[in-house]
């Protein structure tokens, strides 16, 4: 039974529309200003976004990629997780989540990386995951060891998460310990049927998921593992642990990742969230929910991290 927190967050978050003074819910279509989108996101930042007590935060230049580190206290020096933000491919920065990540960041006591991908529409696929790619061998590079490496991400960014693994095997590279992706974007066709059947009842815009594949997929086909990683081979990829809200339009991308990851062989765990919404764990410890699947995905990450309390 969903707690009473929650059902208060899921109905101000669903209607919000209505405190805004709109009757509908906004809907999404190519003239849409992703600009503007952007502006929304870092005002949201701004009044959400503040940075927990006990967090450093320490900017950064990777070959060119605006970075930060979010250092907790008390944490393991070689231990890393790097993390991928959210916003359909066509936002994002470390202003807008660096709130959020701090928080998981001191919640698992690890340092975590965040980086600013190249853009859609300005910048379509490839760019999001060269510059993912390009962080990752940055980490190997500056001493970190694969097995001490963690990717953590959610949205578009839990999507990009799975594609840069599926690119780093491709290439032969050496794995990260685990991955977490939280409500996974893995399916840039759009053709699950929560796509549909969630559209009413999830938190985002009308049509804005098939507004932003366009964006982002450009003039390749959306079908392209790399782009969308449910169509890829999943074989040999590291411990997966995938979180998807089942009142979301992405809980199909999470749900049939898992089920042809462990088709695979891969060690890879799935968590629906009953009634929750898009990314939810990000909430704790807001609500019984929230505040249960973020330790569920600490404690994933402390276990393949050898991380002991």
């Not at 409500?183 to 559209?199: F, Q, V």
């Not at 339009?249 to 765990?269: H, I, M, P, T, W």
């Amino acid at each position: 039974m969903t707690s009473f927190k929650g059902n208060l967050f899921v109905f101000l978050l669903r209607n919000r529309h209505l405190l805004n003074g709109r009757i509908k819910k906004e809907t999404f279509d190519q003239n849409t200003s992703i600009p503007k989108f952007r502006a929304i996101c870092e005002r949201g930042a701004n009044r959400f976004g503040r940075i927990p007590e006990g967090i450093v935060v320490k900017a950064i230049t990777i070959e060119g990629i605006q970075a930060e580190w979010l250092i907790p206290e008390n944490h393991p020096p070689d231990k890393v997780i790097m993390y991928v933000h959210g916003g359909g491919y066509v936002s994002g920065s470390c202003n807008d989540h660096r709130g959020i990540v701090s928080k998981f960041a001191r919640s698992a006591g690890i340092t975590n990386l965040i980086y600013e991908y190249r853009l859609a529409p300005e910048h379509p696929f490839p760019a999001a995951l060269d510059d993912s790619v390009t962080v990752y061998k940055w980490l190997l590079s500056s001493g970190y060891k694969s097995e001490n490496i963690l990717i953590a991400g959610e949205s578009a960014g839990g999507g990009l998460c799975l594609a840069t693994l599926i690119s780093l095997k491709d290439q032969g590279l050496p794995l990260p310990a685990a991955a977490v992706a939280i409500s996974p974007w893995t399916d840039l066709t759009c053709s699950g049927a929560s796509y549909l059947t969630k559209n009413k009842v999830s938190l985002a815009p009308l049509n804005s998921w098939t507004v932003f594949s366009k964006h982002y997929v450009g003039d390749h086909q959306p079908e392209d593992p790399l782009i969308s990683p449910l169509f890829g081979n999943l074989k040999g990829l590291p411990p997966l642990f995938i979180n998807s809200g089942c009142d979301d339009e992405l809980y199909d991308d999470g749900e049939q990742f898992y089920l042809k990851a462990r088709q695979a062989g891969v060690n890879v765990s799935f968590r629906p969230g009953k009634k929750m919404f898009h990314c939810y764990p990000l909430m704790a410890p807001m609500f019984k929910e929230a505040t249960e699947a973020m330790e569920e995905i600490i404690g994933f990450i402390h276990l393949h991290l050898k991380i002991t309390q």
